[in-house]
């Protein structure tokens, strides 16, 4: 393909009109151009879609890693870490195309000094003024409480907010864990995870929570003076996983409990007051029935659901491995009878080994498109002396099926030349396409750590939606940028459309040169954005796009290097994208 392109080019420095188009046609259908799947990674971001970001020669050593969406795009990563010997929370900012932005905190990096244990999930939330509030703990004497530290929304912490930027809580006299933190519907904060529930001979953990206000103290509206902690005689020993906040600001959490000493996922349900809703499950609390142990087994994470009930995720049993679990509870913490089977939704992902696993870590539910994605690490090959971790999603749809047209059957497995060895984020954006963020290594388990962000693609699209779809068939292929390619040259009528007009087109001819000249006309063949519109340059550059070129190969000798505000190979994709429509690049 790059042999036939290069002919191409040498035929339009010739001028050779008629030779270049006929080469351009061999080389479209010589290329085997595959349209990308939903799933595959989108090749507009970063490098053929995954951007590295190597915190370790930050000073940064990632543990327990979470991911924030500011108003703008940008993604806050929030991690334990250590700057020296100073334990502490570090936060760092990557811009929406994918870069690391050093205007954020001090050369990159947001740093709080928490004393904590560093066995604490660090969870960050953004408020709607874009500030940041990371919750953690903090350690006084060998126990540790709930630590809530406010960032400005440029990574500097926030003086103003409770006590130098951080507000210390107690909610039992153990030490604490926190789980997760959301900013509620009022700009309150809440905070939730687990404590030691003291005294107790099988060091049992209670679920705790508490609720503060805009400037750091405690909401004493809710529950006892702000804070609450749940534990009855049938269900104990929670691990607290997630939390979501309605608009109600009543908040559900998952946890990992105990209930009849058997480790099943639990749900909390508490309303704005921080009361036991007692229309949710059992006083308040859904316990995963003991029938299901050994089919479902840890909980990971949970998202809303348009009728108001609720998905949480599980790794769980197939017939040949292992599988990600969706399980729907409606509004009254029961089974959704109607999706899938009696409310669980099943796709295997990995085979059975001694080491295999199936981890899904993060739900998204995508209110616009009606379709449930699940994304997380699975194991499924063996690198030299240890088993790699690869990137594993699945998507269904509102009914609990699984979607045909994501990947291979709903699912997509990404074996990267990296370990994934903690899955953090995931977030659907315009046109269903996928951000997933994550920390990788190349060598094994957390040895040159680095955060890994990935953008997918959504759809499938609808090929009329791209206004390069020039001949108006039912695919937007190759021969679209040929018969662009052959406008620029000024070829008309059959020396046009000959062999690059699909096979059903939905415009004639003539039909043709006029829509080409409306996109000329308004600018919308100039790729490079030098201002004109070229067979040499831009032609080159449309068709080369069309047929899956990315970064070097995209742009060599076809770009106005001398003009100021030529665009690079990424610029060229996303404008493509955003002028032309998502459907218009494989």
């Known amino acids: 393909m790059f042999a036939c392109l290069a002919r191409i080019h040498a035929a339009l420095r010739c001028r050779d009109w008629f030779a270049a188009s006929q080469v351009a046609t061999a080389a479209w259908l010589l290329a085997g151009v595959v349209a990308a799947a939903p799933g595959d990674f989108d090749t507009t971001y970063g490098m053929a879609g995954v951007v590295t970001v190597p915190v370790d020669q930050l000073g940064l050593y990632l543990q327990r890693s979470s991911v924030a969406l500011q108003s703008n795009g940008s993604l806050v990563i929030a991690n334990r870490c250590f700057r020296g010997s100073i334990d502490g929370i570090c936060l760092y900012r990557i811009s929406h195309g994918g870069d690391f932005d050093t205007t954020f905190g001090e050369s990159g990096i947001a740093f709080f000094a928490s004393g904590g244990q560093g066995t604490s999930t660090t969870d960050v939330a953004v408020a709607a003024d874009d500030a940041l509030f990371v919750a953690t703990d903090c350690s006084d ?55 030691d529930r003291v005294g107790h001979p099988l060091a049992f953990r209670d679920f705790c929570a508490a609720r503060v206000l805009a400037d750091g103290t405690l909401d004493s509206a809710f529950a006892t003076d702000g804070v609450l902690s749940a534990n009855t005689t049938y ?18 959490a998952l946890s990992q409990c105990r209930a009849n000493q058997v480790s099943v996922p639990c749900l909390y349900k508490f309303d704005s007051l921080g009361r036991p809703d007692s229309t949710f499950g059992r006083d308040g609390i859904f316990e ?22 609720y998905y949480y995720t599980s790794e769980c049993a197939a017939p040949d491995g ?41 739900v998204f539910f995508d209110a616009v498109a009606q379709k449930i994605t699940v994304g997380g690490i699975c194991y499924v090959r063996v690198e030299g002396s240890y088993y790699a971790q690869d990137l594993c999603l699945a998507r269904f749809l509102s009914d609990g099926r699984t979607d045909s047209t994501y990947g291979s059957g709903g699912r997509v497995t990404h074996t990267l030349q990296l370990n994934v060895n903690e899955f953090a984020f995931m977030f659907v954006e315009r046109l269903e396409k996928l951000t997933v963020a994550f920390v990788c290594s190349r060598y094994g388990f957390f040895t040159n750590p680095s955060f890994c962000l990935a953008r997918l693609k959504g759809g499938p699209y609808d090929a009329s939606s791209c206004a390069y779809n020039i001949d108006a068939d039912a695919e937007v292929a190759g021969g679209d940028g040929v018969l662009a390619v052959r406008y620029l040259l000024g070829l008309r009528g059959a020396a046009l459309t000959a062999g690059a007009v699909g096979p059903n087109p939905g415009r004639s001819n003539a039909e043709i040169e006029t829509y080409l000249a ?10 490079d954005g030098d201002g004109q519109s070229l067979a040499m340059t831009d032609g080159l550059l449309i068709l080369r796009a069309m047929l899956g070129l990315t970064g070097d190969a995209l742009t060599a000798g076809a770009v106005n290097t001398a003009h100021p505000n030529a665009r690079n190979a990424q610029q060229i994709l996303t404008w493509i994208e955003s002028t032309h429509g998502v459907a218009c690049l494989p």
């Open 322 to 362: 292992k599988a990600f679990c969706v399980v729907k509870l409606l509004a009254s913490g029961t089974f959704d009878e109607s999706f899938a089977h009696g409310g669980v939704a099943r796709i295997g992902i990995s085979t059975f080994d001694l080491r295999g696993a199936a981890r899904p870590n993060k």
């Open 518 to 527: 409306d996109l000329l006309a308004q600018g919308k063949l100039d790729a």
């Open 141 to 195: 004497a060998g126990r540790s409480e709930f630590c809530l530290v406010k960032f400005t929304p440029d990574g500097l912490v926030d003086g103003t907010f409770a006590r130098q930027g951080a507000a210390r809580i107690s909610v039992s006299s153990g030490s604490h864990r926190a789980a997760a933190v959301r900013v509620d519907p009022r700009d309150r904060l809440v905070i939730v995870g687990d404590c």
């Open 288 to 309: 995963q029935p003991m029938s299901l142990g050994d089919f479902i087994t840890d909980a990971y994470a949970m998202a809303p659901a348009a009728d108001r009930g």
């Open 235 to 252: 269900v104990h020993d929670n691990k607290v996983m997630d939390l979501t906040v309605d608009s109600e600001a009543n908040l559900v």
